[in-house]
Structures are given as C-alpha cells and as structure tokens.
C-alpha cells in the first residue's frame, strides 16, 4: 500500500526529530524545512500529498506560507501543529484553507487522525479547541446592528501594552513570546480592523475600553 508522502515545516529541531518518529509509520517524510519561504519551495518541487507546518516561523510564519500557496493555485491539505491554543489563529488558519489545527500538546495520534482526515479532503481541529471555535464562529455569524470586536486575550493584552508605549520586542519580553508573533497579532488586527498603523490601532483600543 502507498502511503501518502509529507513535508515537515518546523524550526525545532528537537521537536522535528519527535515528529519523524511519529510519522514514519504511517507515511513517507520526503522533506523536512525551517522557514516558510522554503515550505513554499518545497511544496511547488516535491508536490507532496499534505503538509505539516508550525505557525511561527522565520521569513514567513506558516499562515502566511499557506496563503501564497493557495494564490499559487496549490491545493496541498495543510495541517498546522502549533503551540497556540489560541481561537483567532486558529480561525486565520482555517480562513487561509488550512486543513487541519492540532496543538503540540496533544496526543501524538491527533496529528495522524489530522492527516488521515486531511487526505480524505476533511477538517480537523483539536478537540481540546474546536468547542471554543466553534462558539466564537456561531457569535461572529451572529452579528448585530452594532457590531463589536472580540479580541483574544493575548490580542488585548498586546494591544494594551502597544498603547502604554512598548515597542514589539518589550512586548515580546513581558508576555513571554517572540517579537515576531507580537508583530504578527499586530499585523492581523490592522488588517481584519481596516486600520493603517499603530497609531490607529491605539485609538481603537480607547474606543473599546481596553486601555
């Protein structure tokens, strides 16, 4: 029996090396890369039945990657392991076309179910997350004649200490992440907001009560 041939997009090498083991007996790792520019290059070279990538990661996260994918015509499943337990990255994803959303901490079996679920052209989220996904997409259909934002509350947290005057990596540094996810919340907000820059992001954290 075939099986189905995967790519590995992680920047953890020690991580990486736990996932090789995983999947092994199930499909064939034909590459493995440590950025997002290099999961796209593999994923146009090696044409590989489905993709397990992480979300942060240098030159462009994981979200990012699989957008170009999907504007390159690339239909590739892609199934994201991340650490982020996190309702509004893992909306973006499955905005972006991702096929699957399992969190690091899980069962190693989850990734091979997100896989299997993946290849057969279906969605999985981990079950740990898809109750609060679910909630949150069922208030976002909703809607209302005044529309409120809901923010995450590392969204929040990120936007309050954006308008005490912290820069990205003082941030980064108070809430334990990296400078490149601070800027990627940042980056989203605007976008999904319909603002222009850090300025207009503070001006709406006022208006939200948030500061």
Do not use: C, W
Request: glycine residues 8%.
């Amino acid at each position: 029996m075939t099986r189905a041939r995967i790519v590995l997009a992680d920047d953890h090498r020690i991580l990486v090396e736990g996932l090789k083991s995983i999947l092994a007996g199930d499909f064939e790792l034909i590459g493995v890369v440590e950025d997002g520019q290099k999961l796209i290059e593999a994923a146009r070279t090696l044409s590989p039945d489905a993709i397990v990538a992480d979300i942060s990661m240098p030159l462009l996260n994981g979200i990012e990657a699989l957008e170009q994918l999907r504007k390159d015509g690339l239909e590739t499943p892609v199934v994201f392991l991340t650490m982020h337990h996190d309702v509004e990255y893992a909306s973006m994803a499955l905005e972006a076309g991702a096929a699957g959303y399992v969190l690091k901490h899980a069962a190693p079996e989850e990734l091979v179910q997100a896989l299997r679920v993946a290849l057969d052209g279906g969605t999985f989220v981990s079950p740990s997350l898809a109750g609060e996904l679910f909630q949150a997409t069922r208030a976002k259909s909703r809607g209302n004649d005044e529309p409120r934002v809901t923010l995450s509350a590392r969204q929040r947290d990120i936007l309050r200490l954006l308008a005490d005057g912290r820069s990205a990596k003082e941030i980064a540094k108070a809430l334990d992440i990296s400078s490149r996810t601070v800027e990627f919340h940042k980056y989203k907000l605007m976008e999904s907001l319909g603002l222009k820059n850090s300025a207009e992001l503070i001006q709406f954290a006022i208006k939200q009560g948030i500061v």
